[in-house]
């Protein structure tokens, strides 16, 4: 139980194009949703909280028409990573909230590489 | 301000041999500790969450415990497939956030 999947798993653009990742908890309902972004060697760092049908809580330091999020279902949330450059690639990283309200159960990561 | 510290930094056991991973905490109202486990190129894996003090969860090799101030991990006749990294993180009353240690990188030689 409590599966977290993304899609695509990895992603190679240009400079200047958009790209959307897509989180879905697979068999539970997950009002709130979260995005990371992870360097390499250092721990995840929180770009913003989604909740179902409300806008997203972006971080300090975190540009919200740089990084666009949906959460248009109690299953679904996307992260829109909008004219996307070098320095946005990177190892975007999804979690839902279970049952249990406090534990988040995280996906498999999308590894973004931007030319 | 909420804080997490993760000792050793890594750790490099031979398979066989059981060792502990520590997590100490300052959170003002603990909700919640987590334990995580991280392979290269790949999303934390939730191993186990513990709530209050004196509390205890197994699974196969791995036990977590908790204290009011911090959590051990205790690993149990390693194998080299339980080389990973291994996160903790709270959430506490201030925060709906979880917030991490540093990670704890554990290598298990055969």
């Known amino acids: 139980g409590a599966v977290v999947s993304q899609h695509p798993s990895w992603v190679i653009c240009k400079s200047g194009t958009s790209v959307k990742i897509e989180c879905r908890s697979l068999?539970?309902?997950?009002?709130?949703m979260f995005w990371y972004r992870q360097f390499p060697k250092q721990s995840l760092m929180l770009m913003a909280t989604?909740?179902?049908?409300?806008?997203?809580?972006?971080e300090q330091g975190v540009e919200k028409d740089k990084f666009l999020i949906n959460h248009a279902s109690l299953t679904l949330s996307t992260l829109t990573v909008t004219s996307a450059h070098p320095e946005d690639s990177s190892f975007y990283i999804c979690?839902?909230?279970?049952?249990?309200?406090?534990?988040?159960?995280f996906g498999p990561g999308t590894r973004l590489l931007v030319l | 301000e909420d804080q997490v510290t993760q000792s050793p930094e890594a750790l490099r056991l031979q398979e066989g041999e059981s060792s502990s991973l520590n997590c100490s905490y300052t959170?003002?109202?603990?909700?919640?500790l987590f334990w995580y486990r991280q392979d290269p190129g790949k999303g934390p894996e939730f191993l186990f969450t513990?709530?209050?003090a004196g509390e205890e969860k197994e699974k196969e090799r791995l036990k977590a415990t908790l204290t009011k101030k911090e959590s051990f991990l205790h690993i149990t006749a390693p194998k080299p497939e339980d080389s990973a990294t291994y996160l903790c993180?709270?959430?506490?009353?201030?925060?709906?956030?979880?917030?991490f240690g540093s990670g704890t990188r554990l290598l298990v030689r055969p």
């Open positions: 979690s839902a909230n279970g049952g249990d309200k406090e534990t988040q159960y």
């Open positions: 068999d539970f309902q997950a009002t709130t």
């Open positions: 993180a709270v959430v506490g009353d201030s925060s709906y956030k979880l917030i």
């Open positions: 959170v003002s109202g603990l909700r919640g």
């Open positions: 989604s909740n179902e049908g409300s806008k997203a809580t972006y």
């Open positions: 513990l709530y209050s």
